[in-house]
């Protein structure tokens, strides 16, 4: 049997979903009018900083056992934030990909290395730009370059080459260009914003592996839990910095700032390490703040997903995206102002189809999660998991023989929802890697 065949064989056992996941009817686009002056210039601005690999307990307000954001900390006690919060995807491009369409991995198609986001999916930032809104991005992680479709909408996607934009001598193990060569142009777009509102997206690809701070930020020891935990500190410094430039600029109190990861990263929890292998507590759990005009400062326990942020902000925004915008994804934005029917917030769904790595699915239903692993990189293949993270938040502790009806009624509700999915699955579209492309990918792990 062929890798490809068994792969598709492995897929095919683990059809399973999440039903109320499932895309609306279809319906026709409704007309947009061009907005006036004056609705533009009341409109929020929309800043998205996203911190790669960044654990959800790797931050202050998460249950960091050390210093390792205090600016941010400082800024996020006047928000929400989300203790629950889920990415779809355990590694980089499906979940910003999800991020950007409000789609899960099957319906966006971007689910490996070589795959592209296609053109002919909404984004986020065209339903900005369509508004008036100026869109910038400013990215450091090759996964989410351009050249695999994540520019579709942004006015200006800078991306920080390595090559072309680090100028001093650096680990040559480190793939992408710290946070230290973003700063300049960064922080000049936040202290002189547009005079329109803007919608911005901040990449940053501090903490990933090699997991290399600058020598002042090694803080806390030289094993890899303690220089990553250096590196969050370093992260923290410059995008603390970022929002007191917005501060300063003016324009922070008319600015909605979402502060969030892709995915975390493993430090042995389930005999592994990195990202992209698994979809356990440590990767799909990550930190979700939101802070700006008509977001109550509060904390959260809903399970949100990072596909739920499209809909939300847009929402903030007073902007109706078109139909076929963020179908699976949900908007929160009752939550935010203090209502919201918890009921609707109880579940969550994660995926890994990176058949390099793993296949896996998992579905949380309250305080019970069913992990089914089809394979992985560690050697498992054909498990299905059942953890009570009430009491096993590390998941620990498999209940899979001791709650065999829980366990098969689980089995079945991921198995509708994953079979809904698939029935509005977008083909698949790549991009032929070069052997520099694939390089570049290798120094982030993500090719063997």
Aim: charged residues 20%.
């Amino acid at each position: 049997m062929s890798a490809c065949t068994e792969t598709k064989n492995l897929i095919g056992l683990l059809c399973l979903g999440l039903a109320a996941c499932a895309a609306p009817e279809p319906r026709a686009p409704e007309p947009k009018a061009t907005p006036s002056a004056t609705e533009r210039a009341v409109r929020p601005n929309v800043v998205i900083f996203l911190v790669d690999t960044l654990r959800a307990d790797a931050v202050t307000w998460g249950g960091a056992t050390r210093p390792t954001t205090p600016k941010l900390q400082a800024w996020a006690q006047g928000g929400a934030i989300f203790e629950q919060a889920t990415t779809p995807a355990g590694w980089t491009r499906p979940a910003v990909a999800s991020l950007f369409t409000g789609l899960y991995p099957a319906a966006h198609g971007v689910q490996d290395q070589a795959h592209v986001l296609p053109a002919s999916l909404v984004t986020l930032a065209e339903v900005f730009s369509t508004n008036g809104y100026a869109t910038r991005a400013f990215v450091s992680n090759f996964a989410v370059a351009p050249q695999f479709g994540t520019d579709h909408g942004f006015q200006t996607f800078r991306f920080f080459d390595r090559k072309r934009d680090v100028t001093m001598s650096i680990d040559p193990k480190i793939g992408y260009v710290p946070i230290f060569f973003m700063d300049p142009e960064v922080k000049a777009f936040f202290e002189r914003p547009p005079a329109e509102p803007f919608f911005a997206y901040v990449h940053t690809t501090d903490p990933h592996q090699p997991y290399r701070p600058p020598l002042e930020y090694l803080l806390w020891g030289r094993q890899n839990r303690d220089r990553y935990d250096g590196e969050v500190r370093f992260s923290d410094d410059f995008i603390g910095g970022w929002i007191d430039a917005l501060r300063a600029s003016g324009k922070l109190n008319n600015t909605i700032v979402v502060f969030c990861s892709d995915h975390g990263e493993e430090f042995k929890e389930h005999g592994g390490e990195g990202h992209g292998h698994t979809v356990f507590e440590e990767i799909v759990r990550i930190p979700l703040v939101m802070v700006g005009p008509g977001i109550v400062a509060a904390r959260h326990t809903e399970q949100v997903s990072l596909l739920d942020l499209g809909p939300t902000v847009l929402q903030l925004a007073g902007l109706q995206p078109p139909a076929e915008f963020g179908t699976q994804g949900r908007s929160f934005a009752s939550l935010l102002s203090g209502g919201g029917n918890p009921q609707e917030w109880d579940h969550s769904y994660h995926e890994l189809i990176y058949p390099t790595k793993g296949i896996a699915f998992a579905l949380r239903v309250k305080n019970w999660k069913l992990v089914s692993i089809a394979q992985d990189s560690y050697g498992r293949k054909q498990q299905t998991l059942l953890y009570d993270l009430s009491v096993d938040p590390g998941e620990q502790h498999d209940l899979s023989s001791k709650e065999p009806a829980r366990l098969a009624a689980m089995r079945e509700t991921l198995k509708q929802v994953r079979t809904r999915q698939l029935q509005t699955a977008t083909p698949s579209q790549t991009v032929p890697l070069d052997p520099e492309a694939e390089e570049r990918l290798r120094t982030l792990g993500y090719v063997k």
